[in-house]
Nanobody
Framework: QVQLVESGGGLVQPGGSLRLSCTASRSIFSFNVMGWYRQAPGKQRELVAGIARDGNTNYADAVKGRFTISRENVKNTVYLQMNSLKPEDTAVYYC?????????WGQGTQVTVSS
């Protein structure tokens, strides 16, 4: 089993920044891929950013140049640095891990971008 615990969400003004953290219950090198997804009210969950075991990253077009995914191996933690936030970034953000072909999810953390 895998537990993922997210933190770092909150309320921020447009143009502001937040950093989300996702701490796993096991070494993040045991995962094929880790990623951040988000789900806004009335919309489907969508991929925001992912990082593979080899360190390759990918981003949704909507966040390229503004968001950065990174990891800190010794802390079993993946981060999502979000800059230049927009109201349309408002959503619940979920951490995801692919472990041996199974997907595991965190509980989600709310990000609200509003003035």
């Amino acid at each position: 089993q895998v537990q993922l615990v997210e933190s770092g969400g909150g309320l921020v003004q447009p143009g502001g920044s937040l950093r989300l953290s996702c701490t796993a219950s096991r070494s993040i090198f045991s995962f094929n891929v880790m990623g951040w997804y988000r789900q806004a009210p009335g919309k489907q969950r969508e991929l925001v950013a992912g990082i593979a075991r080899d360190g390759n990253t990918n981003y949704a077009d909507a966040v390229k140049g503004r968001f950065t995914i990174s990891r800190e191996n010794v802390k079993n933690t993946v981060y999502l640095q979000m800059n230049s936030l927009k109201p349309e970034d408002t959503a619940v953000y979920y951490c995801n891990a692919d472990y041996r072909g199974f997907n595991f999810w965190g509980q989600g953390t709310q990000v609200t971008v509003s003035s």
